[in-house]
Nanobody, 120 residues
């Protein structure tokens, strides 16, 4: 069994900052890509940022220069530092990972989601 557990969401004013964390646990052999997606009401889920185990980064154009993704491979944890938040960043943020499990091979896993609300 593999689980992704997110934390760090909440309510913040425009211009503020939040830091999301996502820890993977369970029968993990290795993790290739870890990332964050978000889904706003009435919209499709979209990639926010991703990072490979080698450190290659990918960001949505809408968050470049404001968000920073990082990971701690020893802790199987990925972080998303979100600065200069805007109301349009409001969404449920989901952690995502491509994990090579000990028992079941390579699989794609999702966290349960954490709400980020940017409002004054």
């Amino acid at each position: 069994q593999v689980q992704l557990v997110e934390s760090g969401g909440g309510l913040v004013q425009p211009g503020g900052s939040l830091r999301l964390s996502c820890a993977a646990s369970g029968s993990i052999f290795s993790i290739y890509v870890m990332g964050w997606y978000r889904q706003a009401p009435g919209k499709q889920r979209e990639l926010v940022a991703a990072i490979t185990n080698g450190g290659t980064l990918d960001y949505a154009d809408s968050v470049k220069g404001r968000f920073a993704i990082s990971r701690d491979n020893a802790k199987n944890t990925v972080y998303l530092q979100m600065n200069s938040l805007k109301p349009e960043d409001t969404a449920v943020y989901y952690c995502n990972a491509d994990i090579l499990t000990v028992v079941a091979g390579s699989k794609h896993f999702w966290g349960q989601g954490t709400q980020v609300t940017v409002s004054s």
